[in-house]
């Protein structure tokens, strides 16, 4: 990974978010605006990532065999970035409920909105494509394991299941099924794919940039403590843990290297609307959410050059 490259995308990243910011500052999002942004980002921007990084990518036994492991590892790994935010709740006298929602915020980052984009700006086609695999077992331990830890009664539903057929679903399972039946389309269908894919980066980082001064002016009450928890289990304990694991194993470079920057993303932007939706802290988990982001720009390439220091 060249750090040089890293650090202009982050450096990037700050600079769309604090146009963002003048911009939610002088414009407030209604909550129409803020749909549409999200409407463009996942249903039109992620999924031209993802086609895009297939159909420029040669899809062979050694590419299939990366999709399915950096698949399982992403569960795996998800649900151990969760049960490490659990152990280290558990330090502090607070409620079950309470521990489960840090312990989710501990765990489950935010590689779909931030660190797509950032894969395929670091690593090609190839890495984005690898990156939206990553993103889907993301999304299989959070409408699995999330939801039945923040249910009074901790039970599954195969409802919540139907959150996982959306767009970036499906054009992972187009994609990939035009692959490998030797579907190519035409040049300008991949270039339209190309063109659109990369909204995702400047639109997603304007959005969170948007967010800030409507979430500064709420002014919410959280303990610094409490937050305190998830944000350094999730930037710093979390990512150098995996890295050690990943360092431990015989697994492909490239799968470690995306692996990596996904579990070094921070806290998920669904946070605080799962926590309302299921009756939990919805302001820990937006200001979670938000802070996490901010200090990320800073954290993503210490823990990268760390990480990658002993991978080697």
């Not at 698949?71 to 969760?82: A, E, K, M, P, Y």
């Not at 993103?135 to 539903?157: I, R």
């Not at 979430?215 to 303990?223: E, G």
Request: charged share 10%; with cysteine; proline share 5%.
């Amino acid at each position: 990974m060249e750090l040089q490259t890293l650090q202009q995308s982050i450096l990037i990243m700050a600079v769309i978010i604090g146009i963002g910011s003048l911009i939610g500052y002088r414009q407030p999002l209604t909550a129409d605006s803020r749909q549409l942004v999200i409407t463009i980002i996942i249903n039109v921007a992620m999924p031209c990532i993802i086609l895009d990084g297939i159909f420029q990518t040669t899809i062979d036994q050694q590419i299939l065999y990366q999709i399915f492991a950096i698949f399982f590892i992403s569960i795996i790994l998800n649900c151990l970035g969760i049960f490490i935010g659990w152990l280290g709740a558990r330090a502090l006298p607070l409620p079950v409920k309470k521990r489960r929602e840090i312990a989710l915020l501990s765990g489950l980052g935010n590689t779909g909105f931030i660190g797509l984009p950032l894969c395929a700006a670091l690593f090609g086609p190839k890495g984005a494509l690898l990156a939206a695999i990553f993103d889907a077992g993301v999304d299989v331990v959070l409408w699995t394991v999330g939801v039945m830890m923040l249910q009074e009664k901790g039970s599954f539903s195969l409802k919540g299941l139907k959150t996982l057929i959306n767009i970036p679903m499906i054009a992972i399972v187009f994609g990939l099924g035009s692959a490998i039946i030797g579907f190519v389309p035409p040049e300008p269908v991949k270039q339209l794919f190309g063109t659109l894919s990369k909204l995702a980066s400047p639109l997603a980082m304007m959005y969170i940039g948007m967010l800030l001064p409507m979430f500064l002016r709420n002014k919410p009450q959280v303990s610094l403590k409490l937050l305190s928890m998830p944000l350094t289990f999730k930037l710093v304990v979390f990512p150098l843990m995996t890295a050690f694991l990943l360092s431990v194993f015989s697994i492909d470079s490239d799968i470690v290297s995306v692996s990596l920057v996904q579990v070094a993303m921070p806290t998920l932007t669904l946070a605080s609307i799962l926590f309302g939706r299921y009756a939990a802290d919805e302001e820990m988990g937006a200001m979670t959410t938000v802070c996490s982001t901010l200090l990320a720009l800073l954290s993503i390439p210490v823990v990268l050059v760390m990480g990658n220091w002993l991978l080697h």
